[in-house]
């Protein structure tokens, strides 16, 4: 165990906030609530980005810009949506030296700006569907922060779509869904739960809001990537209408979806130990890293010159980075990069030149049982294998907990007792009160009732009522 | 001439506040001074950003993301700096429901909430350079705006290094003039002057401002990137010190420097015509269109079909577009594709499949002397080198326009008649009052003191005294 960072089984939040901050992945700033996302941090988020991006356009979106302000009366269109946001909104009174005739909301969400133009920009159905990604800043006045988990700023990406039938937005909705599901297990490595919210949890203005719900290693649920159907809500707000084929005025069905900073911080408590960072190869700012070992000065500068070679080797072909630091020893060097969670470790040293190996560590995997020697002739055909076999094992690591820390029941003492371990799948015809209780009771909420559902009927676990649906049950960050 | 659009001899101005909308590169707001990036804008944008973000990591830079809002002491730490901006900024004074303790700044620029950060990140002479970019918005509450070219809220990214001696941190200044140089030059095809500020016209806080000013359609001078030595004027405001080799404590040297969704609006000027865009095709959004013709129903399909197929071959290998509407004729999408700049068009038809051939057409060199019909096997070799062949004719276009607008003068006569044509390099020694004056009399300011001097002594322009260098004069947006 490593002695500078407190142990996730000691206290899993103090390992969080330290692993954070040691890793160089974020540091908090002298704005409240404001975190600064540090190279590596960010260099992370890049990867996360340049990859949700791809899949967007290859499914038609395109990119644009919308405003940072949005004047306060079109958040007030519609009704649930400024209910919901106005607690944690942060407001421009003033600007060039003069208060400002009417107050700007810095954006929490822009369906209301986008709203805006959409009706300005859409007059035939020949401009639908109209498919639009941003990526931006958004602020929401939060109480009480976490580095990634929850900070008045946070960076994200936010599609906001409309659709000239009902039937294609829902698809769209669902597109999404798969999206970041597709996204989250094959990238971040994480197995997530894809479904739909409850009234009570659903996006202020939403119809259907849809949810991809990830399990951390205390066994608590992050939300991790959201898509809203909203209907006609945004539509009717802010008249978004076009002529149909038949010359008919219609309202258009909108969407909108969006995953945020907060991905660094799922990928940071589903894989992590008490190590430090364990990062998904295909997520990971730096996925080898070559240790160079020697005990003699006279031995440094053979052993430097075959790591530069293996490092040219290896550029373009994988993010790697050579360790030549003189003032810290090999096993600093081995920790360092442990904790910083780089997939792949290269030791080589002079007896591996001699007989021309190296050997490879695996960070998913410490100790011996993760360590290959193999020919320096194979490094350009092992290693990239050899990151997709990491991939897929902390993708198992992560199924394999998830699914030994959810368990099925049916009665509500037994509820109780699962959700002290992880997640609890149950039977479900609860109203929103009943949520409300069972949250009293049990600090649970209701994280999704899955796209994915079993079939047939059972009872309800909290009324005793019929029920038609499974519901997933989580304690949440 | 397009009778959809103002002509640019007609009314410059005009012709640029339609074009960038006609052709959906940006749209006003419902927010006053902020403007909307249309997709088609953003991926130009996003062009502009992959090449220069490319250059950055290749010089050692890496991506950080720091706080929006910054604390107004912050900014009144600096003298100049408070005082440059104090009369742009926009205040947040309320968030969450409550007034603030302390308001906070939309940040303008990032120098000091950086400052902040970098004092307690760079301890020892080993954290040295700190060589760091951010791409983000900033808000300057700006009384007169245009479409990209001066918006309240702007994309921009924002450099900001480290450095333990005063040389490094003037190479750093420089080396980034370069860098700005070379993308102007290789990707927007924009000829630039590279050059120094005079006092007035530099950075509120830096020692050394240097800028590329790029020459529009109109004559008119346009800053198009800069690059500032803040010498020691942050480090001792924010305290940034570090323990050099010897143990001693000292301040760093800092730089500061940036690019903008301003280099837009330049591309915009610098190249299009009467007709509408005329883009650069390293950074178009779309390279090649490819518009199938038919006369007769039953020609449809085999046209569609064989456009198809050169679109599958020239997929991956350019950035290509087929317009496949039916609703509009092949003379409409010929005008609407001149208009939005795509740099070349193939024609394909009956005639042209029988024969194997294909039309191809350039936007640069409208009518016949820029058509080529080439042998259908020939598309993906001739294709991305007629691309290259288009890059530098438009900037050839634009390097020759400039050099015929800029005269070198000796008398203050010739210096007034030259800024109705366009630039002017003259002998300097005038102070920051006789520039004022200057600007008084005649609208133009020092765009700069170029990098690239003759050598020599002469007398200057102004005030008939000894001068050492030459400056560019010039009327400015």
Redesign the interface.
């Known amino acids: 165990m490593a002695d500078f960072l407190t142990s996730q089984t000691e206290d899993f939040s103090r390992w969080y906030t330290e692993i954070v901050q040691k890793a160089d992945l974020a540091?908090y700033?002298?704005?409240r609530g404001?975190?600064?996302?540090?190279?590596y941090g960010?260099?992370l988020?890049?990867r996360i980005r340049d990859e949700l991006d791809q899949r967007f356009k290859e499914t038609g979106h395109?990119?644009?810009?919308?405003?940072?302000?949005?004047?306060m009366s079109?958040l007030e269109k519609e009704s649930d949506h400024i209910e919901g946001f106005?607690?944690?909104?942060?407001?421009?009174?003033?600007?060039?030296?003069s208060e400002l005739e009417e107050?700007?909301v810095?954006r929490p969400t822009s369906e209301t700006?986008i709203g805006?133009?959409y009706a300005?920009?859409i007059q035939s159905y020949?401009d639908l569907p109209l498919l639009?990604n941003q990526w931006?800043?958004v602020?929401r006045?939060?109480?009480r922060t976490r580095l990634f988990l929850r900070t008045?700023?946070f960076?994200w990406q936010e599609g906001h779509t409309a659709h000239a039938t009902k039937k294609e937005a829902e698809e769209e909705t669902l597109r999404i869904l798969d999206l970041y599901t597709d996204f989250a297990m094959n990238e971040a490595a994480i197995p997530v739960l894809a479904g739909r919210k409850s009234d009570s949890e659903k996006f202020a203005g939403a119809v259907d809001s849809y949810t991809i719900e990830a399990m951390m290693k205390d066994g608590r649920a992050l939300q991790a990537g959201t898509s809203h159907f909203l209907g006609r809500n945004f539509a009717e707000a802010f008249d978004i209408q076009f002529l149909d084929e038949n010359n008919a005025r219609q309202y258009v069905w909108t969407t909108s979806w969006g995953i945020s900073t907060r991905m660094v911080g799922a990928v940071v408590m589903t894989h992590g130990d008490d190590q430090g960072l364990v990062l998904p190869p295909r997520l990971a700012p730096i996925q080898v890293v070559i240790v160079p070992i020697w005990r003699k000065d006279e031995e440094r500068s053979a052993v430097l010159e075959v790591a530069q070679q293996i490092q040219q080797r290896l550029n373009g072909l994988v993010r790697v980075e050579l360790d030549s630091r003189e003032?810290v020893s090999p096993g600093w060097k081995f920790n360092d990069w442990e904790m910083r969670g780089v997939p792949v470790r290269i030791e080589i040293g002079p007896r591996d030149i001699a007989k021309q190996n190296v050997m490879l560590a695996r960070r998913d995997m410490p100790g011996r049982e993760g360590k290959t020697l193999i020919p320096m002739a194979e490094l350009e055909t092992q290693i990239p294998t050899l990151l997709e076999t990491v991939q897929a094992a902390i993708y198992k690591k992560a199924l394999d907990f998830r699914d030994s820390h959810l368990q099925e029941v049916d009665t509500y003492a037994e509820f109780r007792e699962a959700l002290e371990i992880g997640f609890v799948r149950a039977w479900w015809a609860g109203s929103t009160e009943d949520e409300a209780a069972i949250k009293d009771e049990t600090k649970a909420t209701l994280r999704c009732i899955p796209v994915d559902q079993p079939g047939g009927t059972g009872t309800c676990v909290y009324t005793g009522k019929p029920a038609t649906e499974m519901a997933i049950f989580g304690k949440a960050y």
Do not use: Q
């Open positions: 540091d700033s002298p704005v404001c975190m600064v996302i540090k190279p960010y260099t988020w890049e395109v990119n644009a810009y919308f405003p940072l302000f949005i004047p079109f106005s607690p944690e909104l942060a407001v421009v009174t003033h600007g060039g030296g107050p700007l810095v700006i805006h133009m300005k920009w020949r639009i931006a800043n602020v006045w939060e109480m008045t700023e960076l003032e």
